[in-house]
């Protein structure tokens, strides 16, 4: 009997084991439990501070206890932050009597570190989050992690932060407003950083006049008729010279008009397609989900591809994701291509003509537009286990409305990690010993510009990204949980085909149709009509 | 010499078999070949080339790279250095203990403590509970502590531990010690000690071996990079390339300025090859014992 019960135990065990070593993504629906008493439990606290916030509401806000705010940040490089933190803390004591107290997440750590946080309900106050790290905004809104901060009953941003939300775009309140654990509201407070997207072609303007072209040349073609301008080039530089210079995906959506459906963690089969000229109207196909690797554009531009490829216009290596990415920031460096591809921000141009030490143009392709992903690129969202919720946004406001502030925790300390220079930022070599990610903060556009950027760098900032249209689908965002074990699949077919097929280093007229095929037997056609229903749903419920 | 030829295998056979593990020990030991020379291959060459065994150009350039690294690599070589050391002999002076107890016939509670060691090998609480158990109840995060703590009692090596008591310590050694006076404490350390030698330095390598490679611990409990082991100090680099390459497009162009400034290929390598040079160090030191605990313990059948 002891020994039946003990293989019982025994078996179960197995089983368990098994079922838990399925990967970590399963795990999400099981940590769901403790969420929701959290939002409960939550939910109860406020309530019953209310009639105490109320009164204060009007007398100023009672700010006498002290509070330790723990900050959980992304892509953070800092190694010493003490001098910065002894400044930012007296002068926050003062103000909100806050002592700060910021994790810095690298981005190597912070997707594990901060997923885990969240799910065990740790005493962090206020997390980075947006629609491309695990911690994903839109998921984990849902799962009741992330407090509602327009919730009707406890109107955290009408109490506390009305400067910070009058002064953000309105496409960026748009796209930060979804339905979460509470309702349709903002769960998080969207940063103000180079929020729309736009692709360009990056251009080797020496040479290119050394050819006796013009960028006008550039700005004229596209990529199907830039073969004359690569032909004579790579006949004057050689063989070993590769005059087209690309990121496959990025080179992908710039010749179709793509763009990514967030919430698609497939390698992108997902995409909308916008129009070209203007693009807040519907694109080509509707306001409909396609497959994209199925599409005639994509056909089209893989065998245009792949004729750059063999007449040796672009780089085996560009085919390779191992490779790709290293050979392509060396090659960007020596300044080895001709034309490259780039997903832009203001800016960029002159940063990057200053570290490659040649003058470098950037030409548009498609039009600046803004998106759910490029909306919720960076992010800052109150926990639901914060037991300062009031306090954190705050200081959510004060950081976001506060040059001084905003400056001192992103770029560091006066005298110390940058110099005053006229009245512009130039930065000290201790500036390597706190860098923290300069748009994964917040409101960029009140720090002080720095020298390379100019005096007046913000204010066309908020010109170009002011006049960045938002596509028709923005606050849109693919659930993929029902469709789960597809989405495994067809990333794993994508990785096999995509950037090869688009770096033209196989070839399309075998190796496409194999890849559809591939894609069909996975349950590609599932998968986009869930997001289509998806998608409609979420059109229904915008009118 | 009779005895000797009984044991011998005739001469083909022996050829085999020693081909076969000659093989084997080279698929073993290829691919951290293959790692050291990468480490000496220079960038241009992986990038022109890709992977080789022959490189193209060979360079220190990795090598001169980490050591500029400075403060953050030693300080986690000092860290990995401290928590396996400790660690090590912490952990072997629990388990031994706890083996000791579980392998003495006079322990009333054997049987519970046997079956409560036994069942967290089966069952895990699973990561979350865990997390909170150690870092919200035991105060473990972003101190040493947190390092060594969680990987103190291995109930695989308290099993190991007791097995190799069991075979190698005769109970009536124990009672004479009693008979002549020894105390618990004085039977342990004094008789029984010397005689599990070779057991206790089969669990310390083991042990060591896991407190040297451990990075995921180290991921859930530290933030502070004072802290940080070696392990963890590369897996987050790769990580870190990893996550640029996928959310390049996400990040804008801030991402390609970032990436430049990341490790290459080559210096990924040679920090393997700093990672598992004094760990391979370790092995000579405890194969003797390993050896000889292999030999007693046939002897005593």
Not at chain 1, 109 to 125: K, N, R
Not at chain 1, 344 to 350: D, H, I, K, T
Request: a negative charge.
């Amino acid at each position: 009997m002891k020994k039946r019960v003990l293989s019982l135990l025994l078996t179960t065990s197995m089983v368990a084991a098994m079922l838990a070593g399925c990967g970590s993504t399963q795990a999400a629906p099981a940590a769901d439990a403790p969420a929701q008493t959290e939002t409960k439990t939550e939910e109860a606290a406020p309530a019953a501070d209310a009639p105490a916030t109320e009164d204060n509401a009007e007398a100023g806000v009672d700010i006498s206890e002290p509070v330790t705010l723990k900050w959980y940040l992304e892509g953070s490089n800092v190694t010493d932050d003490s001098a910065v933190l002894e400044e930012a803390n007296a002068y926050l004591k003062e103000k909100l009597n806050v002592t700060l107290e910021p994790i810095w997440g690298t981005w190597g750590d912070f997707d594990d570190g901060a997923t885990l946080s969240i799910q065990s309900s740790e005493d962090v106050d206020i997390y980075f989050t947006c629609s491309w790290t695990k911690n994903e905004y839109n998921a984990f809104s849902k799962k009741g992690y992330f407090l509602r901060l327009d919730d009707p009953e406890n109107n955290l941003i009408e109490k506390y932060a009305s400067d910070l939300w009058n002064l953000l775009p309105d496409v960026l309140t748009q796209g930060a407003t979804i339905t979460g654990a509470d309702g349709y509201g903002v769960y998080a407070v969207p940063g103000y950083k180079d929020i729309a997207t736009q692709n360009c072609w990056d251009v080797n303007v020496p040479l290119l006049e050394k050819y006796g072209y013009t960028i006008d040349d550039i700005k004229n073609a596209d990529y199907f008729s830039l073969g004359d301008i690569l032909e004579t080039v790579k006949k004057g530089e050689g063989d070993s010279f590769y005059p087209l210079l690309i990121e496959g995906a990025v080179l992908e959506r710039m010749v179709d008009n793509t763009i990514i459906v967030t919430g698609d963690t497939t390698g992108n089969v997902l995409s909308y397609i916008i129009d070209p000229k203007d693009p807040s109207k519907e694109g080509a196909y509707g306001n409909t989900i396609i497959s994209k690797y199925e599409s005639e554009e994509f056909k089209k531009f893989v065998e245009q591809s792949r004729e750059y490829f063999l007449k040796g216009y672009i780089d085996p290596a560009m085919g390779n994701a191992e490779q790709a990415n290293d050979t392509r920031s060396a090659k960007q460096l020596s300044g080895e291509y001709l034309i490259g591809t780039q997903s832009y921000s203001l800016g960029y141009e002159l940063q990057a003509t200053q570290e490659r030490g040649f003058e470098v143009a950037m030409v548009p392709v498609t039009p600046a537009e803004i998106d759910t992903t490029s909306a919720q690129g960076a992010m800052m969202a109150i926990s639901t286990a914060s037991k300062h919720p009031d306090r954190a946004m705050m200081f959510l406001n004060l950081l976001n409305t506060d040059p001084y502030l905003m400056t001192l925790l992103n770029y560091g300390k006066e005298g110390v990690h940058y110099e005053l220079e006229d009245g512009l930022v130039k930065f000290t070599d201790k500036r390597s010993d706190y860098q923290p990610w300069t748009n994964g903060m917040g409101n960029v556009t009140i720090l002080t510009p720095t020298v390379d950027q100019g005096a007046d760098f913000w204010d066309g900032f908020k010109s170009y990204y002011g006049s960045a249209v938002s596509i028709p689908i923005i606050g849109f965002s693919f659930d993929s949980t029902a469709v789960e074990a597809q989405a495994g699949a067809l990333s794993n077919v994508c990785a096999q085909y995509s950037l090869a097929l688009e770096a033209g280093t196989i070839d399309p007229e075998t190796a496409l149709p194999e890849f559809i095929q591939k894609l069909k037997d996975n349950g590609i056609d599932e998968f986009v009509a869930e997001a289509n229903s998806q998608l409609q749903a979420f059109l229904d419920s915008q009118k | 010499m009779k005895r000797k030829l009984d044991n011998s295998v005739s001469l083909p056979a022996a050829v085999i078999i020693n081909l076969l593990l000659a093989a084997f020990c080279l698929v073993c030991i290829i691919p951290f070949i293959f790692v050291i020379i990468i480490s000496f291959t220079s960038e241009e060459s992986i990038r022109t080339v890709g992977y080789s065994f022959i490189p193209a150009e060979w360079s220190l350039e990795a090598y001169r790279y980490v050591l500029e690294l400075g403060d953050q690599l030693w300080r986690s070589y000092a860290n990995s250095f401290l928590v396996t050391i400790l660690g090590t002999f912490l952990s072997v002076l629990t388990v031994m203990m706890y083996a000791y107890a579980l392998f003495r016939k006079d322990f009333r509670y054997r049987g519970f403590f046997t079956f409560f060691c036994f069942f967290t090998m089966l069952f895990g609480g699973g990561l979350a509970p865990t997390y909170m158990v150690c870092k919200n109840l035991l105060g473990l995060s972003n101190n040493y502590a947190a390092l060594i703590v969680p990987g103190l009692l291995n109930p695989f090596h308290v099993i190991v531990m007791r097995t190799f008591f069991q075979t190698s310590v005769p109970d009536s050694l124990i009672e004479a010690a009693a008979i002549d006076g020894s105390g618990e404490y004085n039977t342990l350390f004094r008789i029984i000690v010397p005689i599990a030698k070779p057991g206790i330095a089969t669990v310390s390598l083991l042990t060591a071996l896991g407190y040297w490679n451990e990075w995921f611990i180290a991921m859930l409990y530290i933030r502070d990079a004072k802290y940080i082991p070696l392990q963890y100090l590369l897996m987050k680099m790769q990580n870190q390339v990893d996550f640029l390459v996928k959310n390049s497009a996400m990040i804008g162009a801030e991402a390609a300025n970032i990436m430049s400034s990341l490790p290459k290929d080559s210096l990924r390598m040679a920090l393997v090859v700093l990672i598992v040079l004094p760990i391979a160090c370790a092995y000579p030191f405890f194969q003797r014992y390993i050896i000889s605990g292999l030999t007693i313990g046939s002897v005593k059948g």
